[in-house]
T-cell receptor
Framework: GAVVSQHPSRVICKSGTSVKIECRSL??????MFWYRQFPKKSLMLMAT?????????EQGVEKDKFLINHASLTLSTLTVTSAHPEDSSFYIC??????????FGQGTRLTVV | GENVEQHPSTLSVQEGDSAVIKCTYS??????FPWYKQELGKRPQLIID?????GEKKDQRIAVTLNKTAKHFSLHITETQPEDSAVYFC??????????????FGTGTRLKVLA
């Protein structure tokens, strides 16, 4: 299958700072990328859908000013958690889809805000 | 709104037995139904998918059935092995899964295969 790389895999940051997470499709062009948040032993909660070159579409209840998404190229999307707080600590995971039907997931980023 | 219900939330089976996980979706426009397996601390991996133009698909020990009228689909794993232990997620999407259509995920099933 196609390869999606997410970086960093783990990050610890101080409360009030911002953290950027990158999601790259390594061997295909991802026209659409999805960002999820996953709580321990819970399902994948879709945060937003991003299409290359256009603004992301956020799900209800997700603050767009807090979770900034940029999809500047067909191989890269970034999620920036701004002014992070301990309640933002979670597992964030992206998935990417190109011309093929299935979406491929990145390995996820465990964010801990202290 | 769009919703996918998944049952059971946990499932324990003896090695060699079969496991069945069921999902029900609410969006009648959904026409693509993938299943993902997620091992602890790892990314979800696609294991099988089905589109609405077929009722059943099989890949070795894994099969998926779809009932469009009832809006439910099921994952069947036969001859389970300890390495099948993981969390399984179903999902539903429009547009045959392509393009910008999002996936709506079920709540997950934690499968434990007992040796």
């Amino acid at each position: 299958g196609a390869v999606v790389s997410q970086h960093p895999s783990r990050v610890i940051c101080k409360s009030g700072t911002s953290v950027k997470i990158e999601c790259r499709s390594l061997d295909f062009q991802a026209t659409t990328m999805f960002w999820y948040r996953q709580f321990p032993k819970k399902s994948l909660m879709l945060m937003a859908t991003s299409n290359e070159g256009s603004k992301a579409t956020y799900e209800q209840g997700v603050e767009k000013d807090k979770f900034l998404i940029n999809h500047a190229s067909l191989t890269l999307s970034t999620l920036t958690v701004t002014s992070a707080h301990p309640e933002d600590s979670s597992f964030y995971i992206c998935s990417a889809r190109g011309g093929r039907s299935e979406a491929f997931f990145g390995q996820g980023t465990r964010l801990t805000v202290v | 709104g769009e919703n996918v219900e998944q049952h059971p939330s946990t499932l324990s089976v003896q090695e060699g037995d079969s496991a069945v996980i069921k999902c029900t979706y609410s969006d009648s426009a959904s026409n693509y139904f993938p299943w993902y397996k997620q091992e602890l601390g790892k990314r979800p991996q696609l294991i099988i998918d089905i589109r609405s133009n077929v009722g059943e698909k099989k890949d070795q020990r894994i099969a998926v059935t779809l009932n469009k009228t009832a809006k439910h689909f099921s994952l069947h794993i036969t001859e389970t092995q300890p390495e099948d232990s993981a969390v399984y997620f179903c999902a539903a999407s429009r547009g045959s899964g392509s393009g910008t259509y999002k996936y709506i995920f079920g709540t997950g099933t934690r499968l434990k295969v007992l040796a």
